[in-house]
């Protein structure tokens, strides 16, 4: 089993990766990606949706949203969530790899380091080319990770966050295969327990990542450093690309 595929991790680490102060960021991050688009859409694909974060911006903007995750446990969260607040999305659960839409879109996203994860860069590829096929004309794909400038400049061999509700996470991170993976290993102490993760991706440099989605038929590709378009550099938080079919 993958990584990625591990459902218990994900339900484990869960308050570390998602707690309520980045459901609300994740609402602003929507109505950014909406105004960085410049023109009017209906539709939105959220590509590994996770717990919904961002399937709940995008329907709170009335938008019709569909989202597609592996991980059944998050996807329950999302359902959850999404039904408390009243609103409605389509939840898939699926390999991205697997699932095939029955429809097209105008926006699809992939958002907060969810790409990459494929051990075989083709079947990264194949997620990039698979959003160019999904796209209505004129459509935008919108990835937000972290990009490989950033991570060697900031990497820190042990990093230690403690969280309101008593657990620790500490995170030791690692460039690996000549800089092109990000290997990490996070251990969680809660009370008298404790549980680790070892995960690994992909990471890319804009280059490269311009390089792919151009490979997938994309046009008139766009990098930033945030979703509020601030320029790619070492003092950015994130990689953002924003390609047009
Ligand atoms: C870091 S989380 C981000 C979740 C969400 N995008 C967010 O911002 O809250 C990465 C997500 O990718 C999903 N994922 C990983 N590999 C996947 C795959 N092969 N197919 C579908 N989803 C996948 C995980 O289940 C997880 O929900």
Same mark, same amino acid.
């Given at each position: 089993m993958s990584w990625y595929e591990n459902n218990k991790m994900w339900e484990i680490?869960?308050?570390?990766?998602?707690?309520?102060?980045?459901?609300?960021?994740?609402?602003?991050?929507?109505?950014?990606?909406?105004?960085?688009? !410049? @023109?009017?859409?209906?539709?939105?694909?959220? /590509?590994?949706?996770?717990? *919904?974060?961002?399937?709940?911006?995008?329907?709170?903007?009335?938008?019709?949203?569909?989202?597609?995750?592996?991980?059944?446990?998050?996807?329950?969260?999302?359902a959850n969530l999404i039904d408390q607040q009243g609103l409605s999305a389509n939840?898939?659960?699926?390999?991205?790899?697997?699932?095939?839409? !029955? @429809?097209?879109?105008?926006?699809?996203?992939? /958002?907060?380091?969810?790409? *990459?994860?494929?051990?075989?860069?083709?079947?990264?590829?194949?997620?990039?080319?698979?959003?160019?096929?999904?796209?209505?004309?004129?459509?935008?794909?919108i990835i937000d990770t972290f990009g490989k400038e950033q991570v060697a400049h900031a990497i820190e061999p042990v990093h230690c966050t403690e969280y309101d509700n008593g657990d620790v996470r500490f995170e030791r991170p690692l460039l690996i295969e000549n800089m092109s993976v990000y290997a990490n290993e996070w251990i969680l102490v809660r009370g008298d327990k404790a549980f680790r993760w070892e995960y690994e991706h992909f990471v890319y440099t804009p280059v490269e990542l311009t390089t792919m989605l151009k490979q997938a038929g994309f046009k008139d590709i766009e990098i930033y450093g945030s979703l509020t378009k601030d320029d790619y550099d070492l003092n950015a938080e994130r990689l953002v690309a924003v390609a047009r079919k």
């Open positions: 680490f869960y308050d570390c990766m998602f707690d309520a102060e980045s459901f609300q960021l994740a609402i602003e991050q929507c109505q950014h990606i909406v105004e960085l688009l !410049g @023109q009017p859409i209906n539709s939105v694909l959220d /590509l590994a949706c996770g717990p *919904g974060r961002h399937l709940i911006g995008f329907a709170k903007l009335d938008l019709e949203v569909t989202g597609v995750d592996l991980s059944g446990f998050l996807l329950n969260q999302a939840l898939v659960h699926s390999d991205l790899l697997k699932y095939q839409p !029955g @429809q097209k879109f105008d926006l699809i996203t992939n /958002l907060f380091t969810s790409f *990459g994860y494929y051990p075989k860069p083709a079947d990264n590829q194949k997620v990039l080319d698979n959003a160019y096929q999904w796209l209505n004309p004129g459509g935008t794909f």
